[in-house]
C-alpha cells in the first residue's frame, strides 16, 4: 500500500499564500491524490483531489509533481478559518473506500 | 438534506455498559463507513459497507458490531464498553465510486467509559 510523509505542523499568516507538501513516493499509475481538512472539533471534510495535472477549486489548488511522488495543496489566501489539521490521504484500495488518515499536517494562521 | 447526521453527540459509559451509537445520512449513499479518532490522532477505520446487507471490518473492528439493513443507516453498537474505547467516533457516507469518492463526514460522538 502507497504510504504519505507530511509535516507535522506549519504556521502562517491571515492572507497570505500556503503550501503544504506531501510525499508519496510509492504511490502506483492509476492511483488519485485526496486531501481533507479537520476543522477543530469537526469531522473532517474532503478538501480536493487530483491524478496528473493540477487541480483548482473553491477551496484550494493541488499541484501535483511530474513525477508524481509529492504534491502540494495550495490555499491562496489562508483565512482564520482555514486552521486546521490538513490529511493528505494515501491512494485508496481498488474497490473499496476506506481513507487512511496518518497524522496529518496541523496548519495555524497567525492574524 | 442534512448530509450525514449522528447521535448522540455525547455520551458517558460505565465500563461493561453496551450501547448504539446512530449514523444516518439523507445523500442515498451506498458506502458508510465508522472511524474512531483517539486523542492527537489520526481517524481508524472501525467497520464500513458497502450497501445495505453487506459490511465488513476495518483497521480496529475489535468490541464493536455494526449491521447494515437500510440504505440510510448504520448503527454502532459496543457491545460491552472498555476505557480504550473512549475516543470521538465519526461515521462518513459516500456514493460507490472509486475514482471521485469524497466521502460525507457526520460531526461525531465524544463517548468516555469510565
Known amino acids: 500500500d502507497a504510504k504519505t510523509t507530511q509535516p507535522n505542523s506549519m504556521e502562517s499568516n491571515e492572507e497570505e499564500p500556503v503550501h503544504l507538501p506531501c510525499n508519496h513516493s510509492?504511490?502506483?499509475?492509476?492511483?488519485?491524490i485526496h486531501w481533507y481538512r479537520q476543522l477543530p472539533s469537526q469531522g473532517p471534510e474532503y478538501v480536493i483531489h487530483g491524478l496528473t495535472s493540477n487541480v483548482n477549486n473553491r477551496m484550494a489548488s493541488l499541484a501535483i509533481a511530474e513525477d508524481r511522488k509529492s504534491s502540494t495543496l495550495i490555499l491562496h489566501r489562508a483565512t482564520l478559518r482555514d486552521a486546521a489539521v490538513y490529511y493528505c490521504?494515501?491512494?485508496?484500495?481498488?474497490?473499496?473506500?476506506?481513507?487512511?488518515f496518518g497524522q496529518g499536517t496541523r496548519l495555524t494562521i497567525n492574524p | 438534506n442534512a448530509g450525514v447526521t449522528q447521535t448522540p453527540k455525547f455520551q458517558v459509559l460505565k465500563t461493561g455498559q453496551s450501547m448504539t451509537l446512530q449514523c444516518a445520512q439523507d445523500m442515498n449513499h451506498e458506502y458508510m463507513s465508522w472511524y474512531r479518532q483517539d486523542p492527537g490522532m489520526g481517524l481508524r477505520l472501525i467497520h464500513y459497507s458497502v450497501g445495505a446487507g453487506i459490511t465488513d471490518q476495518g483497521e480496529v473492528p475489535n468490541g464493536y458490531n455494526v449491521s447494515r439493513s437500510t440504505t440510510e443507516d448504520f448503527p454502532l453498537r459496543l457491545l460491552s464498553a472498555a476505557p480504550s474505547q473512549t475516543s470521538v467516533y465519526f461515521c462518513?457516507?459516500?456514493?460507490?465510486?472509486?475514482?471521485?469518492?469524497?466521502?460525507?463526514f457526520g460531526p461525531g460522538t465524544r463517548l468516555t467509559v469510565l
Open positions: 462518513a457516507s459516500s456514493s460507490y465510486d472509486t475514482l471521485n469518492n469524497e466521502q460525507f
Open positions: 510509492t504511490i502506483s499509475g492509476t492511483d488519485y
Open positions: 490521504i494515501p491512494p485508496l484500495i481498488q474497490g473499496a473506500q476506506k481513507l487512511v
